[in-house]
């Protein structure tokens, strides 16, 4: 009896084994694993876009930070140039001229002065038309040329020549103040141009 109970469970459980085994379907088989696949790709996905949606962010902020940084840098700058020129014309006040040193360093000054002038028109943004763009830019390729000039005069009169250093002070005084004029009249150009606010 016992055998044929056994026997008898064991045949149950093979019938059941082969309903089940006809009852699945490979066509359902394919629909589950396309489901499956399908929550995959869009699981993925998902990810991907929180990931791209991050480095975005840390994107903006990091661009945000340069960009403060810059500003900070180009304010901190100009407080240095406002303070360098505000000595500089402070010593040009009080600068004698007796000595050749003493009007060399005087010199140099006016010449530092003046560079610092035109270095803030160059780094003026560019507000100006094309057109009138290429005026001012040509204005300051001088301007840079005449500073060059008047260095190396200044570097020739601190060297011992046989020129009387009374003619190479008017020469230099001329260059200073065609450097000088170049210098307003770039200034005056670039802020004609400027539009209306």
């Known amino acids: ?15 059941a084994a082969l309903v089940i085994a006809c009852d699945r379907n490979p066509g359902e088989d ?21 990931k791209i949606a991050e480095a975005r962010r840390e994107a903006e902020e990091k661009i945000a930070e ?24 402070e010593a040009l006040k009080s600068a004698r001229q007796d000595t050749k040193e003493e009007y060399i360093e005087y010199a140099r000054k006016r010449a530092r002065l003046l560079e610092l002038r035109a270095a803030e028109l160059k780094a003026q943004p560019p507000t100006v038309p094309a057109a009138d763009r290429g005026n001012v830019d040509q204005a300051l390729r001088e301007i840079e040329a005449k500073h060059r000039e008047v260095i190396g005069a200044l570097n020739e009169l601190g060297k011992d020549t046989k020129q009387p ?22 200034g005056g150009a670039a802020n004609a141009t400027k539009p209306a606010r």
Do not use: F, G, H, P
């Not at 044929?4 to 469970?9: E, G, I, Q, V």
């Not at 489901?35 to 991907?48: G, L, P, S």
């Open 1 to 15: 009896m016992m055998l044929y109970r056994t026997a008898s469970l064991i045949s149950s459980m093979t019938a």
């Open 30 to 50: 394919a629909v589950q694993a396309r489901k499956e696949a399908q929550e995959e790709i869009a699981r993925i996905q998902r990810e991907a876009d929180q």
């Open 66 to 89: 340069a960009r403060k940084e810059a500003r900070e840098e180009r304010a901190d700058a100009r407080k240095d140039v406002a303070e360098e020129r505000r000595e500089l014309q």
């Open 165 to 186: 250093w009374s003619s190479a002070k008017v020469e230099i005084d001329r260059k200073l103040s065609e450097l000088e004029q170049r210098v307003d009249a770039a």
